[in-house]
């Protein structure tokens, strides 16, 4: 057992880790962990041109993201580069038990859970994952279709194949839709979190009380593409406080929320110093509530935006 998975563990409860030199992982309830800061194989990582030719680019920023610690791989099928993921968790040379693997499915029409799994095990060069997520819940036409999912994606869990399932993108209307069949609840819901998207109506504590943990994928957007905005101020002055870049702030405001955070780079210097130094500050509750309150002043969503009227802050 490693340093990263010995000490206290933060779990769905939205507790902030404890101050630790290293990074923590997340306790599922399920009883498996997930590192708290993960690497992403979509947005800018995500495959264009040609798609049956491997992508040398997407494999050496990967493994450059391996090479600096970052064990948690977040891929989805709809990213089209999971064999790329694949090629660099076998040229990485890392034991695969030490690496956290997620993949995604896009449920697309008629084909089965099953179908889409066994594809992006192939593809990725492994006999299990940690994490399998249906990546949406909006090409469901009915209450029954996402419960019928749910239940193939039980069946992948009990097969060892998936060591843990959950969702990305449910609202809570969705959620509640699955917990009322399912054996297995989901064990996390990854969907975009930031300052400017805090999901009013109280999904975060819906989450909470399920025992459902977060993932925020896009953690970086105040300071990327919604900057400016009235989180600027408060960003700049906890960064100054602690030696620290905003980003790096973005960063911990999750994880101090009991969040995991998705993010991604290219830039090596840039993953080295997430690594160095986020473990080494910690916000205190007054300076996550500074940020959330001052966030509050600005709305941005930047992914599905065809599902939400543009003021729509669930
Ligand atoms: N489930 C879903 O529907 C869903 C949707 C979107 C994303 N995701 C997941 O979440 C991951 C992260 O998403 P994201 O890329 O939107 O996350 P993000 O963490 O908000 O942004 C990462 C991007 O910000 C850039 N960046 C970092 N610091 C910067 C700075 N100081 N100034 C300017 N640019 C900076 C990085 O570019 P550099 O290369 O220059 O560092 C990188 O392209 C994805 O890869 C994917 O795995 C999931």
Known sequence: MNSETSAFKADASGTAPKQSDYLPNLKFSDGNEIPMLGYGLGTAMSKRGNKDALDEKIINDTLTAIKNGYYHLDGAES??????????ISRS??????????????????????????????????????????????????????QQKWAEMEALKESGRARSIGVSNFLREHLETVLQTARHPPVVNQIEYHPYLQHAGGLLDFHRERGI??????????????????????????????GVTPGEVALRW?????????????????????????????????????????????????????????????
């Open 79 to 88: 990213y089209g580069n999971e064999a790329e993921l694949g090629a660099a």
């Open 254 to 314: 999750c994880l101090d929320q009991g969040i995991v955070a998705v993010t991604t780079s290219s830039n090596e210097q840039r993953l080295q110093e997430w690594r160095q130094r986020l473990p080494l500050f910690k916000l205190t509750p007054k300076e996550v509530g500074e940020i959330a309150e001052a966030g509050l002043g600005k709305h941005f969503r930047g992914f599905w935006n065809n599902q939400f009227k543009e003021d729509d802050r669930r």
């Open 213 to 242: 943990a977060v993932e925020a994928y896009s953690p970086l957007t105040a300071v990327t593409k919604a900057a400016p905005g009235p989180v600027d101020a408060v960003y700049e002055r906890v960064a100054k406080k602690y």
């Open 93 to 146: 040379g890392i034991d695969r038990s030490k690496l956290f693997i997620t993949t995604k499915t896009s449920c697309r029409p008629g084909e089965t859970i099953e179908t889409a799994f066994s594809r992006s095990l192939s593809k990725l060069g492994v006999d299990y994952v940690d994490l399998y997520l249906i990546h949406s819940p909006f090409w469901a036409s009915s209450p029954a279709e996402l």
